[in-house]
């Protein structure tokens, strides 16, 4: 709601400069026009900030989400460390064998007794393989099922660096915002 009133604002205010702009070069048009300029920065500045006030908020869960994610995977892994968690119906390239078989200890003559479907040892699947599949699934079903941010907060962390309190920060620890903007362009690629 806030992110929204913030957008209306400043939407409103860029309108009417747009449609009423100052001309003229008396004294009086100037200051005009300079109280203008820092009424649209003031509704900018009020926007970036809803936006990143919002971002914040998402950030924290999806923090905690990745946290969680990661202990979970540490736990299994040391769960099924050495383990065949499951036989593939193909044998994969060689270089997805690499995640497949990543776990996995066995002797090269191992033979799978009384399963006629495995031919050979590289059908075998560690865990991470699964925990990849599976997190790649959730991945596709949260796109699927959850919405988008709000429009102005799509940006995520670099939302952030947007909002004049963040570039104050930034400022302080001696990064250019030239180099951020660099980043941007390279992370879009």
């Not at 709601?1 to 001309?23: F, H, S, V, Y």
């Not at 990745?66 to 060689?94: C, D, S």
């Not at 660099?182 to 690629?189: N, T």
């Amino acid at each position: 709601a806030t992110l929204e009133r913030a957008r209306i604002k400043r939407d409103k205010t860029i309108a009417q400069a747009a449609q009423n702009p100052i001309t003229g070069n008396s004294n009086s048009s100037v200051k005009a026009k300079e109280k203008q300029v820092k009424k649209v920065q003031r509704a900018n500045e009020d926007f970036h900030v809803a936006a990143s006030n919002v971002s914040q908020k998402h950030m924290i869960p999806n923090f905690l989400t990745v946290l969680v994610f990661f202990i979970l995977y540490k736990v299994l892994n040391l769960e099924y460390q050495g383990k065949i968690v499951a036989v593939l119906p193909f044998t994969p390239w060689r270089f997805f064998q690499r995640f497949t078989m990543r776990g996995i200890s066995f002797d090269p003559d191992f033979v799978f007794e009384g399963s006629s479907r495995v031919q050979n040892p590289e059908q075998a699947c560690g865990f991470l393989f699964i925990y990849m599949m599976c997190s790649v699934v959730k991945f596709m079903v949260k796109s699927v099922i959850s919405g988008n941010p709000p429009q102005g907060a799509e940006k995520g962390f670099f939302q952030m660096l947007d909002d004049p309190r963040g570039q104050k920060f930034l400022k302080a620890l001696g990064v250019d915002m030239e180099e951020i903007n660099e980043i941007r362009k390279v992370s879009l690629l």
